[in-house]
């Protein structure tokens, strides 16, 4: 290869990168490229040009297989294409490979139907970049001059809306914006801009957030130490979860679930609230002041909601995994350490500690009362379950580990959930 070829080549791979670092997000009002967009499904082809849809309002819908949000849209998305064929393109973009991509929506076309059979772009890059966002549903619509009209969440893409944009007329959209988990949640730029140092900071919403958001959870750490939290579009039941995992995890050294929880509550509408309605939770402390932190949080659900939260200790009705015999079956013979107890066929368990079994046992739904570690083994251990995965059936199999689950009473720290206006 003579020295010219060699300088060609050498060009040819600078332009390239150089290119690729040239690609700029698009704001509303920008005109997007005539990219040629390829891997596509359930198309004609399986390439396009942007500019093959110059007479209609193009509608990029980004999604992932992962994404119940964004599969729940499909069946109302295609009946909007159907009613706007001539008019309108859905066209679906993701990020994940053309053949997993296919095969899930073969999958779920042969479970629910043509109604989830979409257009999509597979194995994407260049859209993502031009178009960056954190969460799905995520649309962007392209008028017929290739212009960006809008960027929204899903709800958005109505006929209402459609018919405003084919129709040239102002749409006030409310424009899609990604919540930073990396700060409180809609505190002001001008504030962490700012010089000031933020000491506190606690918000906590009844209602969902559907632009912008996902359901979610984020802390913010300081090396190690938590000093902050966002939790999107979660039940305050599941947030209480939450907090009492990082309490009993970093403040008792013990399993928690949600059987820890006692809900004394007599109010049905407070029970609604507490399980079915979603919230938003944001809470900052300084980080010289992050001592107990978890706690300090479960402290403001209670301060700023219909319900009283406490940590208390109450004698309880527990089942207690015992040790019943000597014998050394139970002892791990090493391996690669191994979780995987409730698969369908058998339940393996591996050179692990026996409190992390003990965890699995009280989070598996095999019983309403909390199970508690009362055998004394300090080592790993190995275990081996099969189905059902009752606790009867679990009692039977692991004797021949020298091991039962017995009914005790024991006190243990649980969180106390009581309706305010009864407690008064």
Request: hydrophobic residues 40%; proline residues 3%; contains cysteine.
């Given at each position: 290869?003579n020295?010219?070829?060699?300088?060609?080549?050498?060009?040819?791979?600078?332009?390239?990168?150089?290119?690729?670092?040239?690609?700029?997000?698009?704001?509303?009002?920008?005109?997007?490229?005539?990219?040629?967009?390829?891997?596509?499904?359930?198309?004609?082809?399986?390439?396009?040009?942007?500019?093959?849809?110059?007479?209609?309002?193009?509608?990029?819908?980004?999604?992932?297989?992962?994404?119940?949000?964004?599969?729940?849209?499909?069946?109302?998305?295609?009946?909007?294409q159907?009613?706007?064929?001539?008019q309108?393109?859905?066209?679906?973009?993701?990020?994940?490979?053309t053949?997993?991509?296919a095969?899930?929506l073969?999958?779920?076309?042969?479970?629910?139907?043509?109604?989830?059979?979409?257009?999509?772009?597979?194995?994407?890059?260049?859209?993502?970049?031009?178009f960056?966002?954190?969460?799905?549903?995520?649309?962007?619509?392209?008028?017929?001059?290739?212009?960006?009209?809008?960027?929204?969440?899903?709800?958005?893409?109505?006929?209402?809306?459609?018919?405003?944009?084919?129709?040239q007329?102002?749409?006030?959209?409310?424009q899609?914006?990604?919540?930073?988990?990396?700060?409180?949640?809609?505190?002001?730029?001008?504030?962490?801009?700012?010089?000031?140092?933020?000491?506190?900071?606690?918000?906590?919403?009844?209602?969902?957030?559907?632009?912008?958001?996902?359901?979610?959870?984020?802390?913010?750490?300081?090396h190690?130490k938590?000093?902050?939290?966002n939790?999107?579009?979660?039940?305050?039941?599941?947030?209480?979860?939450?907090?009492?995992?990082?309490?009993?995890?970093?403040?008792?050294?013990?399993?928690f679930?949600?059987?820890?929880?006692?809900l004394?509550?007599?109010?049905?509408?407070?029970?609604?609230?507490?399980?079915?309605?979603?919230?938003?939770?944001?809470?900052?402390?300084?980080?010289?002041?992050?001592?107990?932190?978890?706690?300090?949080?479960?402290?403001?659900?209670?301060?700023?909601?219909?319900?009283?939260?406490q940590?208390?200790?109450?004698?309880?009705?527990?089942?207690?995994?015992?040790?019943?015999?000597?014998?050394?079956?139970?002892?791990?013979?090493?391996?690669?350490?191994?979780?995987?107890?409730?698969?369908?066929?058998?339940?393996?368990?591996?050179?692990?500690?026996?409190?992390?079994?003990?965890?699995?046992?009280?989070g598996?739904?095999?019983?309403?009362?909390?199970?508690?570690?009362?055998?004394?083994?300090?080592?790993?251990?190995?275990?081996?379950?099969y189905?059902?995965?009752?606790?009867?059936?679990?009692?039977?199999?692991?004797?021949?580990?020298?091991?039962?689950?017995?009914?005790?009473?024991?006190?243990?720290n649980?969180?106390?959930?009581?309706?305010?206006?009864?407690?008064?």
């Open positions: 290869m020295i010219r070829a060699i300088l060609l080549i050498i060009f040819i791979f600078l332009f390239s990168n150089n290119h690729a670092q040239q690609i700029k997000p698009l704001q509303i009002g920008d005109t997007i490229p005539d990219l040629t967009l390829q891997n596509i499904l359930n198309y004609k082809g399986n390439t396009v040009r942007i500019s093959d849809f110059r007479s209609k309002l193009l509608v990029l819908d980004f999604w992932a297989t992962w994404c119940t949000a964004c599969i729940n849209t499909f069946a109302h998305n295609n009946e909007i159907k009613k706007y064929n001539v309108v393109k859905i066209l679906n973009v993701t990020y994940e490979p053949d997993f991509t095969n899930f073969d999958k779920l076309v042969a479970r629910k139907g043509n109604a989830y059979s979409i257009t999509t772009v597979t194995n994407d890059t260049t859209l993502q970049q031009i960056p966002h954190k969460f799905v549903p995520h649309l962007v619509w392209i008028d017929s001059n290739r212009v960006v009209r809008a960027i929204t969440a899903s709800r958005q893409l109505t006929p209402e809306n459609i018919d405003k944009i084919l129709g007329h102002t749409v006030d959209f409310q899609k914006a990604d919540i930073k988990y990396t700060q409180p949640l809609f505190l002001s730029s001008a504030i962490l801009d700012s010089s000031f140092t933020l000491q506190h900071y606690s918000l906590l919403v009844h209602g969902n957030i559907y632009d912008g958001a996902g359901v979610g959870q984020y802390y913010l750490k300081d190690e938590t000093y902050g939290l939790y999107t579009n979660q039940s305050l039941l599941f947030i209480l979860n939450m907090l009492g995992n990082q309490i009993w995890e970093n403040y008792y050294h013990s399993n679930n949600q059987n820890r929880i006692l004394e509550l007599s109010d049905s509408t407070t029970m609604d609230k507490l399980r079915k309605d979603n919230w938003q939770f944001s809470f900052v402390v300084s980080k010289n002041n992050s001592d107990s932190f978890f706690i300090k949080a479960l402290d403001e659900i209670g301060k700023n909601t219909d319900i009283d939260v940590i208390e200790q109450r004698l309880m009705n527990c089942i207690a995994l015992v040790r019943t015999t000597n014998n050394n079956k139970i002892v791990t013979k090493g391996g690669r350490p191994l979780i995987d107890l409730w698969s369908k066929k058998k339940g393996n368990f591996r050179n692990q500690p026996i409190k992390y079994f003990v965890n699995e046992l009280d598996g739904n095999i019983t309403p009362l909390p199970i508690i570690d009362a055998t004394g083994i300090r080592g790993n251990i190995d275990i081996t379950l189905p059902p995965y009752t606790l009867e059936n679990i009692r039977c199999q692991i004797k021949s580990y020298g091991l039962n689950l017995v009914p005790v009473k024991k006190t243990l649980v969180i106390i959930v009581h309706d305010k206006s009864k407690k008064q």
